[in-house]
C-alpha cells in the first residue's frame, strides 16, 4: 500500500468517524431535544390536568350549592303548598260544618214548630194569666181578711204590700204586709228571702224625705 493509499484510507477513517462523532452529537441533541418537548408537554398536561381538576372541583360545589338551593326551594314551595292547601281544606270543612248546621236547624224547625208554637201560645196565656192574676188577688179568696183598697201590687222584688186598716181610719193602727204570690212548690228568690228575714227580725224603718232635701235644681224641674 502506498502512502498516498494510506493517507486516502486515514482520511476516509477520520471523515467516518467525525460523521459518526457529528451522527451521535445530533442524535444526542435530538433526543435531549425530544425529551425537553416530553417534559414540556407532560408539564402542560399536568397543568391541563390541574386546571380540569380545579375546574371539576368548581363544577362539584357549584352543582352542590344549586342542589342544595334547590331542595330549599323545593321545601319552600312545598311549604307553601300545604299552607294554602289547609286553608284551602279548612274552609271546605268550615262550609261542610255550616251547610251541616244549617240543615239540621232547618229540620229541627220542621220537628220543633208545631211544639214551639204551642210552648209560645202556653207562655204568652200564662203571662197573661199571671198579668190578670196579679190584679185579682186583692179580690180573691186568698185575701178576703184585707180591704182591697189597703193592697198595693209592686211586682218586684215582691208582688204585694198590704196597709191593712190605712183605709179604715176608726182603727188605731195600720199593720203592714209584705206579700210573695207564688204557684206550686216554688221558692223565694235569694232576694225575697233577704226581704223576709228582714221584715221578721224588725228591720224596718221610716223616713220622711222634704223637698228642699233634693236640691235647688230638682226642685226648680219639679216645680215647672
Not at 408539564?43 to 352542590?64: G, H, M, P
Not at 299552607?83 to 268550615?94: F, H, N, P, Q, T
Not at 211544639?115 to 186568698?142: C, M, Q, Y
Request: hydrophobic share 45%; glycine share 2%; aromatic share 8%.
Amino acid at each position: 500500500m502506498t502512502l498516498l493509499d494510506l493517507v486516502i484510507t486515514n482520511n476516509v477513517f477520520y471523515a467516518v468517524c467525525f460523521i459518526i462523532l457529528v451522527s451521535v452529537i445530533a442524535a444526542s441533541a435530538f433526543i435531549s431535544q425530544q425529551k425537553n418537548r416530553n417534559h414540556e408537554l407532560e408539564i402542560t398536561v399536568l397543568r391541563k390536568d390541574n386546571t380540569i381538576n380545579e375546574k371539576d372541583i368548581s363544577i362539584a360545589k357549584f352543582q352542590t350549592e344549586m342542589t342544595v338551593k334547590a331542595q330549599e326551594e323545593a321545601k319552600n314551595t312545598f311549604e307553601q303548598w300545604k299552607k294554602e292547601e289547609l286553608v284551602a281544606y279548612m274552609k271546605v270543612i268550615d262550609d261542610a260544618g255550616i251547610e251541616k248546621a244549617q240543615a239540621l236547624l232547618n229540620q229541627w224547625k220542621i220537628q220543633e214548630e208545631d211544639r214551639i208554637r204551642k210552648d209560645a201560645a202556653n207562655r204568652s196565656v200564662r203571662n197573661v194569666l199571671g198579668k190578670v192574676t196579679e190584679h185579682l188577688i186583692p179580690f180573691s179568696e186568698a185575701m178576703k181578711q184585707f180591704n182591697p183598697k189597703d193592697i198595693r201590687f209592686i211586682g218586684t222584688p215582691i208582688d204585694l204590700i198590704v196597709f191593712e186598716g190605712a183605709e179604715e181610719l176608726k182603727k188605731d193602727q195600720v199593720t203592714i204586709w209584705f206579700i210573695e204570690v207564688k204557684t206550686g212548690t216554688s221558692a223565694l228568690s235569694k232576694k225575697q228571702q233577704l226581704i223576709k228575714d228582714a221584715v221578721i227580725n224588725k228591720r224596718v224603718e221610716w223616713l220622711r224625705v222634704n223637698m228642699k232635701d233634693f236640691g235647688e235644681e230638682v226642685n226648680a224641674a219639679l216645680l215647672e
